[in-house]
């Protein structure tokens, strides 16, 4: 079991990382890194931001007023037999 | 009549608070306002009256949607949607990193992820995604619309833990060389590259002399 992450080690492991996919462990062991090398802490902080904006704006949807009555509508005259 | 209109019930209560995200993955699916409606409609059609296959107390938005990217699957098969070309090309995991380096976009101070990513519109981003291959496309919708994990999206659409990985990892990839070249294409990079050259010509009036006269 390692004690603490090669700069390699932790860059293999920034996807993971940043989807929340490592165990406790590797998190922590991630974390550790980051606050002793700045310059791994530059691209996750980078990683970070991208998709955290990306995702900002994927998530910025105008669902169709009437989607819900539409819908609702749809299944009172859906017969399944 | 009474236990089909009690399951009806059960359903729409089920389906409600799920819709938005469920229309949110349509739209990133399809790309296309009208599409999305029809996939939704659709999917809860084909969900009610497969309803009663749901075991209740697992996971009804997971269901749900399985049965939308099933069908949109299906769609696109009838449609023969796109070439499924997949570039095997191994992209590095901070292609966007490096390319901002590259420009100088690390020097002010400011982060450039947020000086790229504020100026795309939503549209900007929805065209990198559509872009990508079908298979990359749909993980990517649903992990950046609802957070789901790489398990809880393996389960919707049916293939391996490892499989949704590579395919979001390699979609990411993907997507940051789009973002990249949108951003240059809109100017957003050389807009940032002459604020920083003005800054850089703030300087007292001797040295910026010494400067152009270099």
Known sequence: ?81 | MAVVSSAAKLFESNLEPILGTAYGVALRLTHNAADAEDLVQEAAVKSFCGFHTFQTGTNFKAWFLRIMTNAFFKRCRKKRCEPQIIDLEDDSALYLYNKTCEAGLHETGDNPGEILLRKMDTEDITAAMAELPLEYRVVAALYFMDEFSYQEIADIIDCPVGTVRSRLHRGRRKLQKSLWRIAQEQGIVAEHQKKRRFKENDRPNDLRRNIQTA
């Open chain 1, 1 to 81: 079991m390692i004690d603490q992450m090669t700069c390699e080690e932790t860059f293999r492991r920034l996807e993971d990382f940043l989807d929340r996919e490592l165990s406790a462990d590797e998190c922590r062991l991630v974390q550790e890194h980051l606050e002793i090398c700045a310059i791994c802490a530059k691209e996750f902080e980078f990683e970070a931001t991208v998709w955290s904006e990306v995702r900002a704006k994927l998530q910025h949807i105008i669902v169709p007023p009437n989607l819900r009555e539409k819908v609702s509508l749809l299944l009172k005259e859906t017969e399944c037999f």
